[in-house]
């Protein structure tokens, strides 16, 4: 194990907009060695988050900015190579905060699970770990949709909002997704059942909002902040519960408008709340075993689009802003 | 009683703005007669409410609008001079929706209260009416302040934020009033007990909330919207709840920007919800009990700011809007 190499994507310079070539390094480094009480993962999968893109900006946040010099920071799953703690054996497939790497050192906290029942890795990153949790406690404990309710979601293609929107479903809500083109909003209807998808990119949202959601919107979940949360901020219905779980929209520059519609918070006396899964780490169990009960049913389906090798990580995490994916981007690593 | 006469505030044209000399007509009509079931009110006097501007603009809202030719909606109270039902005596001193009106039909409806404690009619208006129970209902059950927690309160020297952020003081937090003016300052701390007070007039609003709240804001009760809860916004504390009860700062022509700084909803997690405190209406007694309570403990006072005659309504609703009042604007009516 003392002459595996590991391939790392390091912060050289804080980004504007989308991460620019100059921004990050690959660079060519020994893997390290585990110390006691530690494991060495080979990385299987990178997860790629739009959260990663605020982690580089040097913004307070729930986690601190990325260090110039820094792996950029990421989630991902991988196996154990060699180990020198109890809690992991070669060979244990584990998920962690690896960032853009090849190879990870994990220890027993918080970021680190074994995933022990032979669930597939690419569930795993899509509906078994922050990304489908994440889905779960906001649509669950915040959204409350319920049979009847006109559900949307915006970013409905993507990783958490086609898990959250399918929550819904199975809740018995009508369920309206928010996407880019013509290919996503397909997938949202055809792959994850929403009842229906508004492209953004074809024009009026407000109108097609309007159209959608006739009765008014009981439950948004937001990924997107920006002018498509004003436009369902326009469109909500009394007693509403806005979920913001992202802000995309602002991710890149930190710049946004704010929702002139914010007066139909009160107008219709709603709720927004904004939200962390990792709040409620101590409840993942709960959500997983829904998840995968779901699964198991039949009722929830995941995709990933995947990108090939660690030198890929800053194209697929600048497709999340330019609309590249479909279900979770991941990085498929070695 | 036939020949009493009744002063009234009509609608004769939609106003932009603040309300114009033509926007409405004083008319001079017969009192009206009770019918089987009514009782004939001489109001004492009448509400003025930032509401009752907002229900003179041609826009759906919790009620609908004012129709050109109807008399300008507010509550208010007064004395029961004729009485053609079972449910009220006259001399009984009632609430009730009169509108801009020296006297007014009542029925045994959800605007109408007999008042039969005792209690000073002042003491109604402010404290034991809509605007008590909507600071209550607002800070009671959304905001929820604990001892220690730092409170903000916009609109602070006005009849629903005085109150609210007197019963915030009552639960122990720090309570940092803003308001517009020294006099108005003065009275929010020295009259109404709170901690401090920002002149949003004085200038640089984010820079004296980030001096007064320099651990940031747990609750904000909001009153006006705009620019300053976009200010308040910016300074919340992780957790924090927002109470949103009026948008005084958008009621005049219906436009408003949206808060930038709504993204720290999601960044500190923060909840956002609008209410109205009629929807609580069959807990209007829990209100009262509580702020009466808390007044015979010298725990809670009430101010008002009078204007004489019922030809001084269009002026007392304008004076909302340019800061003529501390405490609860009111027209002594006759």
Known sequence: MSDLTNRQIVLRRRPHGLVAPDDTELVVAPAPRPADGEALVRMTYVGIDAAARTWLNDQPGYLPPVALGEVVRAAGIGEVVETRCDAYAVGDVVTTLSGFQEYAIVRDDVFCTPVTDGVDQLAVMSIYGPTGATAYFGMHDIGRPKAGDTVVVSAAAGATGSVAGQIAKIA???????????????????????????????????????????????????????????????????????????????????????????????????????????????????????????????????????????????????????????????????
């Open 172 to 334: 018995g809500a009508r369920v309206v997704g928010i996407a880019g083109g013509p290919e996503k909003c397909r997938a949202v209807v055809e792959d994850f059942g929403f009842d229906e998808c508004v492209d953004y990119r074809a024009g009026d949202v407000p109108a097609a909002l309007k159209a959608a959601c006739p009765r008014g919107v009981n439950v948004y979940f937001d990924n997107v902040g920006g002018p498509i949360l004003d436009a369902v901020l326009g469109r909500l219905a009394a007693k509403a519960r806005v979920v913001l779980c992202g802000v995309i929209s602002s991710y890149l520059t930190g710049e946004h408008p704010g929702p002139a519609n914010y007066v139909n918070i009160l107008a219709k006396t709603a709720t927004v709340q904004g939200f962390n899964a990792l709040d409620e780490w101590g409840r993942f169990d709960e959500a997983f075993a829904a998840l995968r009960e779901w699964e198991k049913q039949g009722l929830l389906v995941h995709r990933e689009t995947v990108y090939e090798g660690i030198e890929s990580c800053v194209d697929a995490l600048n497709g999340l802003f330019t609309g590249a994916n479909i279900g979770k981007m991941l990085v498929r690593v070695g």
